[in-house]
């Protein structure tokens, strides 16, 4: 858990701690609470893949340019990316959308959860892209899906995502 606080965004872990207060021991026991905060924190973890694969998107084009290319350094990055990539699918798919977008028969739930699941593959497309690509719009693309399925999520006015 300690990590993942590391990773998560300062301005977010700030707000959950207000929220949570000193519901230390809850947490272990209780999956009450902490619903949100573990959707919350993947929501966060998704962005911070997304950051990564385009640290590496740059870091590819720049010792690809390079005279003497370090074809060490590359691969690493190259792999890099790709394992981002692909937890940023496992986010969307193992989490998302097979434990939290549930079977429903209301009507106003099945179509929230189309619009949910659309977007879910829309972020395992473009995560797809990415691992072939060192093109930036991809990552354009990557944060707009992850930002507009937040805000469907989580619904208005609870952003759940930070800003870089």
């Known amino acids: 858990m300690r990590k993942l606080i590391r990773t998560a965004g300062l301005g ?5 701690f207000l929220i949570v207060g000193n519901q230390k021991n ?8 902490c619903g949100i905060y573990a959707d919350s924190v993947r929501v966060v973890l998704m962005s911070e893949h997304i950051t990564t694969i385009e640290k590496s998107m740059k870091k590819i084009v720049v010792l690809s340019a390079e005279e003497n290319v370090n074809y060490n350094q590359l691969v690493r990055w190259v792999n890099n ?8 699918q496992e986010i969307a798919t193992q989490y998302f959308m097979f ?9 106003e739930k099945m179509k929230k959860n189309q ?19 060192t093109d930036l719009n991809v990552i354009k693309k990557l944060n707009n899906s992850v930002h507009d399925f937040s ?11 930070h800003h870089h």
């Open 12 to 16: 977010l872990v700030f707000a959950l």
């Open 26 to 33: 809850t947490f272990a026991h209780c999956e009450v609470p």
């Open 81 to 88: 990316k790709e394992e981002h990539a692909k937890k940023l």
């Open 99 to 107: 434990q939290r977008v549930k079977l429903t028969d209301d009507a």
């Open 115 to 133: 619009k949910l699941l659309a977007k879910l593959h829309e972020i395992c497309v473009y995560a797809m892209k990415a691992k072939q690509t």
């Open 151 to 161: 805000h469907l999520y989580f619904g208005p006015g609870k952003h759940h995502h």
